[in-house]
Nanobody, 124 residues
Framework: QVQLVESGGGLVQTGGSLRLSCAASVRTFSNYAMGWFRQAPGKEREFVASISRFGVTTTYADPVKGRFTISRDNAKNMVYLQMNSLKPEDTAVYYC?????????????????WGQGTQVTVSS
């Protein structure tokens, strides 16, 4: 069983930064591609960024390209999302997700394990 716990969310002004962290309770973290998704009120959950098992490949949704950076530390079982130049439209609950033994993906249905989410609110 994989447990994912996100942290680092909060309230920030437009243009500010936040760093989200996701701690994974797994035996071999490098067996999992990881992704970050977000869900705003009244909207579907959407892809934000993903990273391959050893961090070689990263993929970003168009709205966050150039502002967000996903990274991972397999020795610490951690994945991060550095968010810069935040905008009010980035306001959402952010979830990390794990996909075992496959390449990273932008589809929510490809991920087997999810965290409980962390709220990010960007004020204008």
């Amino acid at each position: 069983q994989v447990q994912l716990v996100e942290s680092g969310g909060g309230l920030v002004q437009t243009g500010g930064s936040l760093r989200l962290s996701c701690a994974a309770s797994v035996r071999t973290f490098s067996n999992y591609a990881m992704g970050w998704f977000r869900q705003a009120p009244g909207k579907e959950r959407e892809f934000v960024a993903s990273i391959s098992r050893f961090g070689v490949t990263t993929t970003y949704a168009d709205p966050v390209k150039g502002r967000f950076t996903i990274s991972r530390d397999n020795a610490k079982n951690m994945v991060y999302l550095q968010m810069n130049s935040l905008k009010p439209e980035d306001t959402a609950v952010y979830y990390c997700a794990a996909r075992p033994n496959y390449s990273s993906s932008a589809r929510t249905t490809d991920y087997a394990y999810w965290g409980q989410g962390t709220q990010v609110t960007v004020s204008s």
